[in-house]
């Protein structure tokens, strides 16, 4: 099942991948101009990785990677799209980037790639395209030198629950544990024009679970932050404010929105 879950969401960020690039939302154009894609918050909590190694999982097309790149990694991004995989390395060629790409899923990646990283990384809307949290916990360990640092920034779960109403309401409609979706396709992506065409599963991960992963696959956890802001417009009543973060108008404070977690080998 899970080989056809792998093909089925591989064809779908395929056919996302060119309408992301033309959108506004990545800014392929400012981001070819110098434009750094990491926020102020991973920048911080991951800290200086010049002359380090570092792993991207889950790259998309690489404006992430490619910023470490920039700021003195020796990186290299993972991800499942063809589509994301091509545009990535294309862009990195035309950049005069070192930046490697290699197209595989999650799971599959140890048997294409035998290295090790100072530093594994990954992030924002990662973790709902992963049915096993045990597994991908395991991948990242495999790829995490001795004494080195994993680290994620991701929405967080509790988000998932809610759907907003018409009135700007949130209503409580999802499970906050465990949960697998599959949607039929013709909706919108997050960024850009058009509706995707292509089914796709998503998963629903409780903190528990994937706090605990990382725990049982011998990773020490340092960390784990939550953040009430997001860095796009979850619900479409959320106000952005001079920070570049995005808030719900009423009891914002309410609702965790992001989490980060570090933790090393």
Avoid at 87 to 96: C, D, I, P, V
Avoid at 118 to 135: A, E, H, N
Avoid at 154 to 174: K, W
Wanted: charged fraction near 25%; hydrophobic fraction near 40%; include cysteine.
């Amino acid at each position: 099942m899970l080989e056809e879950q792998v093909r089925i969401n591989r064809a779908n960020w395929n056919e996302r991948t060119p309408i992301h690039a033309a959108s506004e939302l990545y800014d392929v154009d400012g981001f070819k101009a110098g434009r750094m894609t990491l926020h102020d918050l991973e920048l911080r909590e991951v800290g200086d990785v010049s002359g380090k190694t570092l792993l991207h999982l889950q790259c998309h097309f690489g404006l992430d990677t490619m910023s470490w790149s920039r700021l003195g990694a020796k990186a290299t991004g993972v991800d499942l799209s063809d589509a994301a995989i091509d545009l990535a390395r294309s862009l990195s060629a035309e950049l005069g980037l070192d930046t490697r790409f290699i197209r595989s899923n999650i799971y599959d990646l140890p048997d294409v790639l035998d290295e090790q990283f100072d530093i594994v990384f990954t992030s924002y809307g990662v973790l709902c395209w992963l049915p096993d949290m045990d597994k991908w916990a395991e991948v990242i360990a495999n790829h995490l030198k001795p004494g080195g640092t994993f680290y994620i920034a991701d929405g967080h779960p509790v988000m998932n629950v809610f759907e907003m109403s018409e009135a700007g309401n949130l209503i409580p409609t999802y499970s906050y544990l465990n949960e697998e979706w599959l949607w039929e396709g013709g909706e919108p992506s997050y960024a850009g024009e058009g509706t995707i065409e292509s089914p796709v599963y998503e998963w629903q991960h409780s903190l528990g679970e994937i706090v605990t992963a990382l725990a049982k696959a011998g990773l020490q956890i340092e960390y784990l932050h939550e953040f009430t802001h997001c860095f796009f417009r979850f619900f479409p009543t959320m106000v952005q404010g001079e920070d570049g973060g995005w808030r719900l108008p009423e009891y914002n404070e309410s609702y965790p929105q992001i989490f980060s977690i570090r933790a090393t080998k």
